[in-house]
Nanobody, 130 residues
Framework: VQLVESGGGSVQAGGSLTLSCSAS????????VAWFRRAPGKEREGVSC???????HYSDAVKGRFTVSSDTAKSTVFLHMNNLKPEDSADYYC?????????????????????????WGKGTPVTVTS
C-alpha cells in the first residue's frame, strides 16, 4: 500500500498550487482520501477530504480557496489551492480512510479525524512567501 504526494513547492502569496496524491496497493474506489498539513511548531490539522462517491469536505481555514477532486481511473486525488497565504505554508500529507465514515460525518476539521486514517503518505512541502 502506498500513497505518494507530489506538487509541492514555493509560491508567492495569492498564487496557486495543485497537489497530487497517487495511490497504489488497495482498491482506491472504496476509500475516502483526506489532506492534512503540519506547519512548523504546530499540530497536524485536517484540510480537506473527499469520499469515495466524490463528496468534498473542507476545513474553515481553506473553504472557498481549496478544491479537492479525484480521478479514480488514475487512483489520484488532487488538492487545488488558490489564493494561497503565508499561513498555508506546511508539509501536506494525504491519507486514506476505508470506511468513509469520518470524512462524511465528521469532516476534516474534527479533532478525531486524523486518528481514523488507514494509510498515510510521506508528505510534500508547500511554502508561501509574502
Amino acid at each position: 500500500v502506498q500513497l505518494v504526494e507530489s506538487g509541492g513547492g514555493s509560491v508567492q502569496a495569492g498564487g496557486s498550487l495543485t497537489l497530487s496524491c497517487s495511490a497504489s496497493g488497495f482498491v482506491f474506489d472504496d476509500y475516502a482520501v483526506a489532506w492534512f498539513r503540519r506547519a512548523p511548531g504546530k499540530e497536524r490539522e485536517g484540510v480537506s477530504c473527499i469520499t469515495s462517491d466524490g463528496t468534498p469536505h473542507y476545513s474553515d481555514a481553506v473553504k472557498g480557496r481549496f478544491t479537492v477532486s479525484s480521478d479514480t481511473a488514475k487512483s489520484t486525488v488532487f488538492l487545488h489551492m488558490n489564493n494561497l497565504k503565508p499561513e498555508d505554508s506546511a508539509d501536506y500529507y494525504c491519507a486514506a480512510e476505508v470506511s468513509n465514515y469520518y470524512c462524511s460525518v465528521y469532516g476534516p476539521q474534527h479533532e478525531t479525524f486524523q486518528d481514523n486514517m488507514d494509510y498515510w503518505g510521506k508528505g510534500t512541502p508547500v511554502t508561501v512567501t509574502s
